[in-house]
């Protein structure tokens, strides 16, 4: 069993700046991969970004490119996310999940087989 506890979420206007946390706990070996997902009002949960643990790739969303960096400290078993240019249809609830890095697949859309999620951090931002 992996736990997972996202904070940092607010309220913000466009153009500023958050940063997300999702610490780790339990069984954390077991998974190699982490990522950054996001539930806007209304729509379909979507990848926002993700990261190998072990070996260090990162993976974009193309809606979020050159304004998310996603980043681990390995010692806090923490991943954050941070999300600077913040735009209105960034608004979510944002969720980080752990599942495993398949070298084939990460490139196109992070990681696979995600088998534990947290309970979400709320983000809006006002224009």
């Known amino acids: 069993q992996v736990q997972l506890v996202e904070s940092g979420g607010g309220s913000v206007q466009a153009g500023g700046s958050l940063r997300l946390s999702c610490s780790a706990s339990g069984n954390t070996g077991s998974s190699s991969c982490l990522g950054w997902f996001r539930q806007p009002p209304g729509k379909e949960r979507e990848g926002v970004a993700a990261?190998?643990?072990?070996?260090?790739?990162?993976y974009y969303d193309d809606s979020v490119k050159g304004r998310f960096i996603i980043s681990q400290d390995n010692a806090k078993n923490t991943v954050y996310l941070q999300m600077n240019n913040l735009r209105p249809e960034d608004t979510a609830m944002y969720y980080c999940?752990?599942?495993?890095?398949?070298?084939?697949?990460?490139?196109?859309?992070?990681?696979?087989?995600?088998?534990?999620w947290g309970q979400g951090t709320q983000v809006t931002v006002s224009s």
């Open positions: 999940a752990a599942g495993v890095y398949d070298y084939w697949r990460f490139w196109r859309s992070g990681c696979v087989s995600l088998g534990y």
């Open positions: 990261i190998a643990t072990r070996v260090g790739p990162t």
